[in-house]
């Protein structure tokens, strides 16, 4: 199952880079412009699904405890913090290289997660007890639904955004 959980770490490091070139080309007026979602911007949907790595890392500390690569790589999901609201070009470049250490420190972390440890049992936000497990499916689907936000957006503004690898080349 480990292997499963690295190839989704992957997968959404890959498509987060993609994201980010597509994001690159606009003007910072127009990736920083209202869109209606939740988060507001392109960008603020996109520093929401990357800064949620911080958030749960929370979450992996305890059951974690003892394994050293994974500490390694939680220490540096523990210390990203992203600006709020709209950004200058400069930030947005900062956001770009700063998601893009922190999908390499996920991928990281879930490298290190061992078989065992992803049946370890974890208090939920809610309070109910989950496996680590179900905490790295709920932030896989987390990242795939913000990204096919920004997916919607790019799409009304005819802009390609294929970054989900189905149309990728290798599987023509």
């Not at 049992?121 to 689907?141: E, H, N, R, Y």
């Amino acid at each position: 199952m480990s292997n499963i959980f690295l190839s989704f770490a992957r997968q959404s490091r890959e498509a987060n880079r993609a994201v980010v070139t597509i994001l690159d080309k606009l003007s910072n007026e127009e990736r920083e412009k209202e869109r209606g979602s939740y988060y507001g911007s392109l960008s603020g949907l996109f520093r929401h699904e990357v800064g949620s790595f911080g958030f749960f890392q929370t979450i992996f500390q305890e059951p974690l405890t003892g394994n050293a690569a994974a500490g390694k790589a939680l220490a540096v999901l523990a210390g990203v913090k992203f600006p709020k609201g709209t950004l200058t070009a400069d930030q947005w470049k900062e956001i770009a290289t700063t998601g893009a250490a922190v999908d390499d420190a996920f991928v990281d972390l879930v490298s290190a997660i061992s078989e065992e440890e992803l049946q370890k049992q974890i208090k939920w936000f809610d309070g109910t007890i989950v496996p680590l497990s179900f905490v790295l499916q709920a932030l896989t689907l987390h990242g795939a639904h913000h990204r096919g936000q920004i997916s919607q957006i790019l799409d009304e503004l005819k802009i390609d955004n294929d970054y989900s690898g189905i149309n990728s080349e290798f599987l023509k």
